[in-house]
């Protein structure tokens, strides 16, 4: 039951980190949407980490996974961010969520255990997922996105899916070798040093007082977000990983009511698919 309800409160942070961070990157870039949340992140969660964790023990490659769950995440968060500049939300989200996928490959490969049935249900899931892929040619408030720029967000979410499932898998490994805190770090550190920093040395971070309620609200949202996967995915990548991406037809949903994007038919038939199959999943793993 904690992998489901880990991958469930994950999905619903996202969610929230979605719709704030497409309007955030519209104001004032990828590259200053992610600083700014990572920065946030990073001094929310470092005094707990300090003071209320226990020391972290980086042997047993522990350190490894930090830095490759650091750098798959906020290499992921600058593409799909990128990509929300110039395409849909909702189709960027589906794709950007097969993370979920790719991760629980990565943890089947790596020896985990499924339930009987599960490999079955998660090519539903999958399949559900593509087909809401296949999407719409309308952006934020009805404005006409072009075959060029809707190719050229595809690819930036299909690349972010590969970086984003290489971190969450990450991120479920170093989550049961340090405490939850230090487990959230990563993204938030290698964010905030390699983005953030940079940017502010160089005189190129950008905000706005528009912009800095949806920052703020990425940040917390990606740490609580995180803290429900790592807790999760201490008993069960594969299966967390997976609802977590529940995210996807929640932000399409949210996207059509807040953005007034278009969904296709074929979109809310994939949708359909897409819960229908965590639905499943919940009771073959309860």
């Not at 790719?102 to 899931?125: D, N, Q, S, W, Y």
Request: glycine share 12%; net charge positive; aromatic share 8%.
């Amino acid at each position: 039951m904690i992998p489901i309800l880990g991958g469930l409160g994950a999905a619903v942070m996202f969610t929230v980190s979605v719709l704030t961070s497409a309007r955030a990157s519209r104001l004032i870039g990828a590259p200053s949407t992610v600083a700014w949340a990572m920065a946030v992140g990073f001094m929310v969660v470092l005094p707990v980490a300090l003071f209320a964790a226990p020391a972290p023990d980086f042997g047993r490659g522990a350190l490894f996974w930090f830095v490759l769950a650091g750098l798959g995440n906020v290499i992921g968060l600058l593409m799909t961010y990128a990509a929300y500049r110039v395409g849909a939300v909702a189709v960027i989200v589906t794709i950007a969520s097969t993370e979920g996928a790719i991760a629980a490959i990565l943890a089947v490969l790596a020896g985990e255990a499924l339930a009987p049935g599960t490999g079955a249900i998660l090519a539903i899931i999958a399949i559900g997922v593509a087909i809401t892929a296949t999407g719409t040619q309308a952006g934020a408030e009805g404005t006409l996105i072009t075959p060029e720029r809707a190719l050229r967000a595809v690819l930036l979410a299909g690349a972010s899916a590969v970086s984003f499932g290489i971190g969450l898998y990450s991120s479920g490994r170093i989550s049961t070798l340090l405490p939850v805190p230090w487990a959230i770090l990563p993204p938030r550190t290698v964010g905030f040093l390699l983005i953030f920093l940079p940017l502010v040395a160089l005189r190129r971070i950008q905000i706005s007082w528009a912009a800095a309620p949806y920052v703020v609200a990425v940040g917390l949202a990606e740490v609580f977000g995180y803290v429900s996967y790592t807790t999760g995915a201490r008993e069960a990548i594969a299966i967390t990983a997976v609802l977590s991406t529940l995210f996807a037809p929640l932000s399409a949903l949210a996207a059509w009511l807040l953005f007034r994007e278009r969904i296709a038919t074929r979109q809310v038939a994939g949708i359909g698919l897409v819960v229908v199959g965590i639905a499943i999943l919940g009771a073959l793993q309860g």
